[in-house]
C-alpha cells in the first residue's frame, strides 16, 4: 500500500507507553486535501460524536425528569403527612381542592 492510499490519522497503541503511529488502514475518502480511512473521516467521526452526544443528552433529560418526578414525590408525601396529621395545609376541607392541588403537582412533575 502507497502511502497516499493510507489514512493520515495518527492512532495511539495500546500498552504502558502511549505512542503515536500513522493509522494503518486503506484510505477511502478524501477531505480537505487529506485521506482517510472510514473509521477516521472527519465527517464519519463528527457524525459519530453527534450521535453520541444526542445519546448523553436524551440520558440526561430523562435523569432530570426522574429527578423532577421524585422532587414532586416529596411534595407530594409532605402534603399527605399534614393532611392525615390533621394539620392546617390551607385547604378548605374539600375533595376538589385536594383534587387541585394533586393536580397541580402532577403537572409540575410532568413538564
Ligand atoms: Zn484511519
Given at each position: 500500500m502507497s502511502e497516499t492510499d493510507q489514512c493520515s490519522r495518527d492512532v495511539a497503541t495500546s500498552g504502558l507507553r502511549m505512542h503515536y503511529h500513522p493509522c494503518l488502514r486503506k484510505a477511502t475518502i478524501t477531505r480537505n486535501g487529506k485521506r482517510y480511512c472510514y473509521q477516521h473521516d472527519p465527517e464519519a467521526v463528527a457524525a459519530r460524536q453527534k450521535k453520541l452526544h444526542a445519546k448523553w443528552q436524551a440520558e440526561w433529560d430523562a435523569d432530570e425528569k426522574k429527578w423532577r418526578r421524585g422532587q414532586a414525590a416529596f411534595k407530594a408525601l409532605a402534603l399527605l403527612e399534614k393532611i392525615l396529621t390533621g394539620a392546617?395545609?390551607?385547604?378548605?376541607?374539600l375533595p376538589l381542592a385536594w383534587e387541585r392541588k394533586a393536580k397541580r403537582i402532577v403537572k409540575e412533575a410532568n413538564t
Open positions: 392546617d395545609v390551607g385547604l378548605p376541607v
